[in-house]
């Protein structure tokens, strides 16, 4: 990232402040308690002091910034392991409906998505694969005046807090064409099996029976329409690379400072030079990490072939430092660090599903190959 | 890599990326460009020609202050200006003359050192060495023994340097002496000295490594006699001297044009390699390794450019330190994988006419075996890796 201008750095402090102030660590373990995914309030405060509509275009009421101010949403988010799912609920479906929908879908969904007031679930991963950009597992069939749509998608991040989905579905008669629909989660046809992620998330296994789409409930079109999901895929990998930056960030400083207290044979164990090592290869890896994350979040604007490239090269980069960092902070706190009642294993879980989803390191290392054969 | 998307290269960054290379394809003579892509320890007549041929274009230091010859590029210039010069074989610039001593000059030296030295720095007629490492301080420098014992307008030197590059080159070395052997801390009993090769008493003996080649020598002092005005700065305080960041040149350890320059030699060999009837670079699982370290560099990149813009938030020796790491286990990684491509081809060394090294073995090892082993120095060189890990760890974390 660049040298913040003076508005995103006041950006940055309230965020952080906030966050910092309010959303501490046994905040998040009574939230996963109560079973909700979300603290509906908090979700409005956020929207009412402008967090939702930062990076929203003017004409849509937003502040108009960029990829600047989500990075600053999603690191903090990341560093203060923030259940509420605003990457999946928010910065997912409003890209994806600002790149693609309609002026009309725009116009319905935008700025009640700003203020708080809409919810969109992305349900694309079908439930029989493992990265599921490809969606033939879930079909599409023309009905009267309307869509059919018949599938299961699983995990669907944030599905039981949503209002509406936006679902992938490939054309049974035509091969290879898809489409994305909006879809109203309490649609006939539309069940959940809700449960709760090894990070904290709410999210839900959805079958579809033939459940309704409307004409105009179309997102894009089906010649767009593949590329429309490799765009969420990327952007989807591209924030969530930048939140575990941040939950990067928190649990390096913070088995930093562990050090400097837990003692063994007479000293803290900081004074061992194994210890520092490990840190300053933790910091290492976490800084390269965010640099190359920066990188690929402004490249999200970029022509497709060169934000691919980006995304999947990050996310086989941050990939690998996650596991590193995620695993060593556990292990520089020994046994506590693997304690629900100890921060660090929240950090773990983070950083363990932040590899799992929007496609994992072998997956992108094969797309980045892949890319860099035909770029040659 | 260093597409306008990434380094956010304006018009007028990519002019001067044009400038530079216009000027590398008229004045780089095709010979000493061939030596360079050889993978040979430069020579010492093409690194003092193209030393000069740069100061006659008033690009001899870039990272130098306007008032004493630099360029006044800014931070990002200096970067395109190297990779450029990378991309086309130029000879490298001295390391020791132009990249330490002469900061350490024009910042801590009296005006009569500046006028002494500086412009023949510039204009490639002196060559440096530096004069640090000693038999029993590598890591520990600061144990360092080589004793200076003051006589009215002279030092007496007398010691041992070792692991000293092209020292076989130099007309002068830059020597961390002990001055006070009784000072309460070792770090405060060193100076540092501007010694003449050519005085009485100064031996140097090659050091071979294991690439056969001749880079790094031993250098012996023998009752040297050095004159006190060519101590920089004040007695015992040559410590701090040496150890300043001072050149401005924060991200040169990250040796990022030398990257992207190995990348693709790596794509190159494997091109040209067969590998059961197909290019190397075919193999699926060779593309996925040759894919890692272009990720590895893309990230060596991205972290370059933020040192640059100033938006890395941590202590700047620490930074500094990180760049290094990385940079050295780069640069060794790629080399490894020259040696994977070329299999059994890695195995000839050097023609036995060593400048000639070609018409023999594949056509894209040569120099890649040799270079291979010298590589194993990044590491250990400047600082090893586990300094610059007690550095991190001590700066970030306070440790």
């Keep these: 990232m660049d040298a913040l201008t003076n508005e995103q750095n006041l950006f940055r402090e309230s965020v952080e402040k906030f966050l910092t102030a309010k959303y501490d660590f046994a905040r998040r373990r009574k939230a996963i308690a109560s079973n909700n995914g979300w603290d509906r309030n908090l979700w409005r405060e956020w929207a009412e002091m ?71 679930a992305m349900a694309l991963n079908d439930s029989n694969e493992r990265h599921g950009t490809d969606s033939r597992g879930t079909i599409a069939i023309k009905g009267n005046g309307c869509w059919k749509i018949s599938g299961s998608k699983s995990p669907v991040l944030g599905a039981p807090l949503a209002d509406l989905l936006i679902v992938s579905a490939s054309f049974p008669e035509s091969d290879n064409s898809a489409a994305l629909f909006f879809v109203e989660t309490n649609a006939p046809g539309v069940q959940l099996r809700e449960y709760t992620t090894i990070d904290g998330q709410l999210a839900a296994d959805v079958t579809l029976d033939g459940a309704t789409a409307t004409t105009d409930a ?47 044979f007479g000293q803290v164990i900081g004074k061992f030079q194994v210890i520092q090592h490990r840190l300053a290869d933790m910091l290492m890896e976490l800084e390269y990490a965010r640099s190359i994350a920066y990188c690929a979040m402004s ?37 506590i660090g693997m304690t629900d009642e100890c921060a660090i294993s929240h950090y773990f879980r983070k950083l363990a599903v932040y590899d799992l989803m929007w496609g994992d390191a072998r997956y992108h290392l094969g797309r980045y190959t892949a890319l860099s054969r035909e770029a040659r | 890599m260093l597409s306008s998307t990434s380094l956010n290269l304006t018009p007028e960054d990519d002019a001067f990326r044009l400038e530079v290379r216009d000027f590398l394809r008229t004045s780089l003579p095709s010979d000493m ?110 144990s360092l023994k080589t004793s200076a014992v003051r006589e009215e307008d002279v030092y007496i030197v007398n010691g041992h340097k070792i692991w000293t590059t092209e020292a076989h080159y130099a007309d002068l070395i830059f020597c961390l002496v002990r001055t006070d052997p009784a000072a309460s801390k070792v770090q405060n009993g060193i100076s540092m000295l501007l010694i003449d090769m050519q005085l009485p008493g100064v031996t140097v003996k090659p050091i071979i490594t294991q690439d056969m080649g001749h880079s790094i020598n031993e250098v012996f002092f023998e009752n040297v006699r050095v004159p006190a005005t060519c101590r920089i700065g004040e007695e015992n305080s040559g410590w701090t001297y040496a150890k300043v960041l001072l050149n401005g040149e924060r991200t040169g350890s990250a040796r990022l044009p030398r990257a992207r320059q190995d990348l693709r030699r790596l794509k190159s060999i494997s091109d040209q390699v067969q590998d059961g009837g197909a290019p ?120």
């Excluded at chain 2, 938006?311 to 930074?319: L, M, P, Y």
Aim: charged share 20%; hydrophobic share 40%.
């Design chain 1, 50 to 120: 402008g967090w939702f509509s930062a990076s929203l275009p003017e004409k849509f009421g937003g502040l108009g910034g960029g990829w600047v101010e989500e990075t600053i949403l999603h690191e903090a988010f990341g560093a203060c392991l923030v259940i509420e799912p605003y990457l999946s609920l928010l910065a997912l479906p409003r890209a994806v409906i600002l790149k693609h929908g309609s002026e009309s879908q725009q116009d319905k969904y935008l700025s009640a998505m700003a203020a708080g007031k809409l919810a969109i």
């Design chain 1, 299 to 335: 490249n999200l604007a970029a022509e497709d072939g060169v934000r691919a490239r980006s995304v999947s090269g990050a996310k086989v980069y941050i990939s690998k430092a996650a596991k590193f960092v995620g695993a060593q902070a556990v292990q520089l706190h020994g046994a």
């Design chain 2, 280 to 399: 190397l670079s075919a193999n699926p699982d060779f593309a996925q390794q040759i894919a890692l370290a272009e990720i590895e560099i893309s990230a060596l990149e991205a972290m370059v450019y933020r040192v640059l813009n100033g938006s890395v938030q941590q202590d700047a020796t620490a930074a500094a330190s990180m760049l290094k790491v990385r940079g050295s286990e780069v640069g060794q990684r790629l080399s490894e994988l020259w040696m994977e491509a070329l299999g059994p081809h890695a195995l000839p060394l050097f023609a036995r006419d060593k400048r000639a090294n070609d018409g023999y073995g594949h056509r894209s090892a040569p120099g890649a075996a040799a270079t291979f082993l010298y590589r194993r120095t990044l590491t250990i060189y400047g600082g090893s890796n586990e300094i610059q890990r007690n550095i991190i760890a001590k700066r970030s974390f306070g440790l």
């Design chain 1, 218 to 264: 179309m997102l894009g079109t089906p010649v767009d329409a593949r590329s429309a999901i490799e765009f969420v895929f990327d952007y989807a990998a591209a924030a969530s690379s930048i939140e575990a930056v941040g939950a990067m960030t928190a649990a390096v400083r913070m088995t930093g400072e562990y050090v400097k207290i837990r003692r063994q």
């Design chain 2, 33 to 142: 460009r061939e030596r360079t892509a050889r993978g040979f320890h430069p020579l010492r007549e093409d690194m003092q020609k193209w030393q000069s041929t740069l100061h006659d274009r008033g690009w001899a230091a870039p990272h130098w202050p306007k008032e004493y010859g630099g360029t006044g590029w800014t931070p990002l210039q200096r970067l395109i200006f190297e990779i450029e010069c990378y991309e086309h074989y130029a000879p490298p610039v001295s390391v020791f003359g132009i990249g330490l001593i002469g900061p350490i000059i024009f910042t801590f030296g009296t005006t009569e050192q500046k006028q002494r030295y500086l412009p023949k720095i510039l204009s490639g007629e002196e060559f440096w060495c530096q004069g640090y490492s000693e038999p029993n301080s590598g890591s520990d420098l600061a």
